[in-house]
């Protein structure tokens, strides 16, 4: 990685420095959590926290907006605003889950949020495995006890080892999307907590469902299943991409597997000569403010991802 593309990264955001300080640098502990701290009080973090109501949500909703009905939703593109997508969003950042902002805003959650489902309590999760596997993750990071979501995923696990939200509609086979969401839960309460047998074996079998399409193919074929997969996005909200993966693998401390190696050499082939990653498309709909410049331009949050993947590819 050049001095530059650091160079630039370390200027963007302190969510993006601390990260940056940690995973690519190897600065000692004092130095990236006194970065990471800034998250609540600069840039990014800060801007989405001015966001937040006064009962702790976000847009007045817990999965959309407050007032957003199905007409804006066609016109406009699913909206991003709302309590989870900012939760997700704020994890990601890494607010520190020790602050005192972050603890009022989970317990102001808990208190006053309800799903759009059928008014379930925030933090007693919804039915659908892309949301509950979100809120996994971020009940986990920010403290919250989440196992009784985590046992409902682990009894929702396809045959195939992944999970797909269509399932109470009657799929019986996986998801990329769907799947990204619950693993990414899984590790991150396994992280949290140390995680249970279950929850742990489920996790295994969910990565066994990726890892034999190379993050991207059809089983059957060996055809991509969608060519989407391998867009460079961020923030990819529940949507699945090559890079998120392999990501989520690195996150897990596990020596590489030789199967990651077809989705790094696409990671690979993306890189300008300038030594960044550029986003090929925003997801359409409403957010607080743009994370990037556009398609086409530097993305730092890709190009973070990508620098962390490779370093831990390479060994």
Known sequence: MSDATIDWLLGTDP?????????????PTADWEAERAR??????????????????????GSFV??????????????PWTATTYALTQLREFGLDPSSGRARRTVELIGRHSRWDHDGQRYWDGEVEECINGRTVADGAYFGVDVAPIVGRLVGEQQPD???????????????????????????????????????????TAGEEYLLPRSLFRRLSTGEPADPALLDLIYPARWHYTVVRALDYFRATGAPP???????????????RPDGRWAADRRLSGRVWFDLDD???????WITLQALRVLRWWEG
């Open 15 to 27: 969510a993006i420095g601390w990260q940056v300080l940690r995973d690519l640098l190897d600065a």
């Open 39 to 60: 998250v609540e009080t600069h840039g990014w973090g800060a801007r989405l926290l001015a966001h937040q109501d006064s009962d702790g949500q976000w847009a007045g």
């Open 65 to 78: 907006p407050a007032g957003f009905t199905p007409q804006i939703w066609e016109s406009e593109g699913q």
């Open 161 to 203: 080892g992944g999970w797909n939200c269509e399932r109470v509609a009657g799929s019986v086979r996986s998801s990329f999307d769907t799947t990204i969401n619950v693993l990414e839960g899984l590790l991150e309460f396994e992280k949290a907590t140390g995680g249970t047998h279950e929850s742990r074996a489920a996790r």
């Open 257 to 271: 597997d030789p199967r990651l190696a077809e989705a790094v050499t696409h990671l690979r082939s993306r890189r």
């Open 294 to 300: 556009g398609p086409g331009q530097p993305s730092p």
